[in-house]
């Protein structure tokens, strides 16, 4: 079936050292999407990839890239995990469709759950 | 911010009942989408209704949008213990966004 997986499902970093997520789709979609979402709260937009073009949403921390070398693939990264970036990192895809691409559902991986030591 | 709120923040009810989340939001849309979460997972797309629809239905789920209100609503007929989960309501602003903004959800418990 076609999907978004994410690697690993859990990630434990210490303080500071820098932290890779991963992201692949088999869906062939144009858009990826990174959402961190904390507990019992709603996903947060980090920024989002509409083909190679980068998006980044004004008030995600600097600490934060993200690289997508081909279409299928998509990646975190956090230069220097603080206490407050443990949380649920979650990637999404979505396509243009005639009446644009805000019309289309996003389909999401299950996320990696990154605890920080 | 045109983060929609939902109401209410927790619900539990018993198997077999109907369960009914309201989401509003702050701005004109697009279109609004409910989404599903079970706990630990990500996101999974339930319905979408576009602005210019009022009611939508898929299997046992039922959207309203009142867009002069700028609210909605998802009811979950004939609830399962596996319905258990958390439900968001996500936004976009105009035609063409590709960007989603989301609801701070409901957390629904079906007791068996």
């Known amino acids: 079936d076609a999907m978004v997986i994410q690697n690993p499902r859990y990630q434990v970093t210490q303080f500071g050292k820098p932290v890779t997520l991963s992201c692949s789709q088999t869906?062939?979609?144009?858009?990826m999407y990174w959402y961190q979402q904390k507990s019992s709260q709603a996903p947060k937009l980090l920024f989002h990839?509409?083909?190679?073009?980068?998006?980044n949403e004004a008030d995600t921390p600097d600490n934060f890239q993200s690289r997508r070398p081909n279409t299928s693939f998509c990646f975190l990264d956090i230069r220097s995990p603080g206490l407050g970036d443990a949380a649920m990192y979650l990637c999404?895809?979505?396509?243009?469709?005639?009446?644009?691409?805000?019309?289309?559902?996003?389909?999401f991986g299950d996320g990696t759950r990154l605890s920080i030591l | 911010s045109q983060q929609g709120e939902e109401d209410p923040q927790a619900l539990s009810i018993q198997e077999g009942e109907n369960a009914t989340m309201n989401c509003s939001y702050k701005t004109s849309i697009n279109n609004l989408q409910w989404y599903r979460q079970n706990s630990g997972r990500g996101l999974v797309h339930l319905i979408l209704i576009r602005s210019n629809e009022r009611e939508k239905h898929s299997g046992r789920l039922r959207v309203t949008l009142d867009t002069s209100k700028k609210s909605s609503s998802l009811l979950i007929t004939a609830s399962r213990a596996a319905d258990t989960a958390s439900y968001f309501c996500?936004?976009?602003?105009?035609?063409?966004?590709?960007?989603?903004?989301f609801g701070t959800g409901t957390r629904l418990t079906i007791i068996p």
């Open positions: 990839y509409y083909d190679k073009d980068f998006n």
């Open positions: 996500a936004t976009d602003r105009y035609f063409g966004n590709e960007k989603l903004t």
């Open positions: 999404a895809t979505s396509s243009p469709s005639g009446t644009g691409v805000g019309n289309q559902p996003q389909h």
């Open positions: 869906l062939n979609h144009n858009v």
